[in-house]
Every structure is written in C-alpha cells, then in structure tokens.
C-alpha cells in the first residue's frame, strides 16, 4: 500500500468535503447518513493529522525485513508494561513491512494485511495545536447535524498521550483505514486494552489486534534503540520513487531497512517452541545426578547465563516491568 498517495487522497476528499455543493448535499442526507458520512470525515481528519504531525517530524520511515516481522511477531510483549516504559526514539515515525504485512486483522468476514503502522506523541501534537485546527472541521460538521456547536476545537482535551495507527484497506470502499491505539503513559497496555472492550471504543479492534500492534511497535523501539545492535550489519539507509499524485506526480522518500543480525535463525530453524527474547538467569545451587544409572547427586554451582534462542541479539534490552 502507497501510504503517501493515501494520504494525498484523503486531503483532497477533505477538501471536497468543504465545498459548498458537498455541504449542500449533505444536508439533504438523512440523520443516520449524516452520522455515517461525519464518521468517515473524523477517520480522514484523524488520518491526515497524525501525517502532518509525521511530516513536522522528520518523515522517518523504518521498514522490517521478512526475518525481522517474523521475529517480532513471535515474541510477545508482557500486557502489564506502560507506555511510560519505553524509551521513544523519535516523536513520530512509521514502521512498515518491505514485502510481507506487518501482521492481518480480521474486518467483519474479510481478512486484511496492515502494512504500515504510525507512532505519535498526540500529547505534543495536541499542544502544538495541530489537533484543534483540524478539529474544527469536524465541529462545523456536527454543528450541521445537530444544529448546535458540540465540539470547542480550542479547548479540547485529547485524553491521552500517545497513538499508533495500524492502516489497511477497507474491504469496501478501498481506501485507507486504521486500527487507533491511544495510549495513556501510566496505564498499563492491559489497563487500556480491557478499558476499549469494555467500552467498545474501537470496533474494528480485538485482542489478536492489540497483541499484534504491540509486539510490532514495542519490538520495533526496542531494537531501534539496542545499544549492542551492529549499525552496518543490521540498517540499510534507502530511498524509494512514491507515486503520489498531483501536479508533481511523484517524491522520493528515504527510509531505513533494518534486518535481523547474521547470526538470527528463523522460527523454522528451531526445533519447536514459540520464539522469545532472552532473559537472565542468575547463578545457583542445583543437585546434579551423577553416577551408576544417575542414581546419585553431586551439589554443583551453576553461572548466571542468558537462555532463550538467538532471537535475543533482536530485542536483548531487558524490559522494564514495575
């Protein structure tokens, strides 16, 4: 998926959508049209401010090689972490797959690849006032439905203080759509997880969704930030040609291709058994059998060592759990 074009095309449905023949012809909807059609404007005005915040920062593009999404797919981030946990190397960024999806979610009957998932610090975004200058579309929009101003697009508070958007394509109308994530710095991923469910904030996300975007995006800052990880072995700085549309047609866009360690093995090297990262094991006493038939015991001492598979060289930095 071109996520560049996507976000070209939803600007220019934006635009649209404040013409005055669009506006026209969304009064004469019925409420329940009017309600759908403002739901669809509030993805699109989600989707093209968190690009924008994107684009503030940097553009930064960071694509997993086939080994690398399998690695992270296969090793599960503990649910009792909080966001706070986490070292965050930039305040916005995209991490998307090179030739395979990131991961697939279930829409209805229809199964999905999600190619791309965007990170933003929304707090930042929030007080840079990018957030209320697009909200005010959306508050225009309902005050036509409602006939009264519902939303003060300078006021706002957004509640939370991080997202990640994980983006497919809808199974419908072929155009981008996201899985939403909003994160709060102290609560922990389960803490927010269960708060969704319960409160059926996001429909389109369910616990096989939640687990796959925080094993990708977790995993992802976690090797980013590695301090051990061999930069030449394991980044691969590129540029790309993306059709976007327009007057200008197409932009070159940089990214970084990271690729697991030469000494990684995939899952299929290993003789069974989930994948996982590696953990500490500090050093003690066991009865080692010993003798005729093992009958005996010998009291040995045993050094601290790391256990797990190789897959540790991918996200060896120790989690923080509190």
């Known amino acids: 998926m071109n996520i560049l074009k996507e976000v070209y095309n939803i600007k220019n449905l934006l635009k649209k959508c404040m013409d005055p023949k669009s506006i026209e012809r969304f009064l004469n909807l019925d409420l329940q049209q009017q309600l759908t059609t403002a739901s669809s ?5 989600g989707i093209n401010t968190a690009f924008m915040f994107w684009k503030r920062c940097g553009s930064r593009i960071f694509i997993l090689s086939d080994n690398l999404i399998e690695a992270f797919q296969n090793t599960n981030v503990p649910q009792k972490l909080k966001p706070k946990d986490f070292e965050y190397p930039f305040d916005s960024f995209i991490i998307e797959g090179y030739s395979k999806p990131l991961f697939t979610t279930m829409i209805g009957e229809y199964e999905l690849p999600v190619y791309a998932i ?42 939370y203080d991080r997202s ?23 609560k922990s991923f389960e803490e927010i997880s269960k708060f969704k469910r319960e409160n059926l904030m996001d429909i389109m996300c369910d616990e096989d969704d939640i687990k796959n975007v925080i094993n990708m995006f977790c995993n992802s800052i976690l090797y980013i930030n590695e301090p051990n990880r061999i930069i030449s072995e394991t980044e691969e700085r590129k540029s790309r040609t993306v059709i976007i549309g327009g007057k200008n047609g197409t932009q ?43 009958s005996l015991r010998k009291h040995i001492w045993i050094k601290p060592f790391w256990k797990g598979p190789e897959l540790a060289e991918v996200v060896s930095k120790p989690y923080l759990v509190t």
């Open 41 to 45: 404007i509030e993805t699109m005005i």
């Open 118 to 159: 965007l990170y933003s610090y929304s707090r930042k975004f929030s007080e840079e006032k990018i957030v209320p200058s697009h909200m005010s579309l959306m508050s225009n929009i309902e005050n036509l439905i409602y006939k009264k101003k519902l939303i003060n697009p300078n006021t706002v508070d957004i509640g």
């Open 164 to 186: 990640i958007f994980a983006f497919y394509k809808h199974p419908l109308s072929d155009t981008m759509d996201r899985i939403q994530f909003d994160l709060v710095d102290n």
């Open 252 to 294: 070159r866009q940089e990214y970084i291709l990271l690729k697991p360690p030469k000494s990684y093995k995939s899952k299929s090297e290993y003789a069974g058994g989930e994948l996982t990262v590696r953990f500490p094991v500090m050093g003690h006493w066991r009865d080692q059998a010993c003798g005729e038939k093992y």
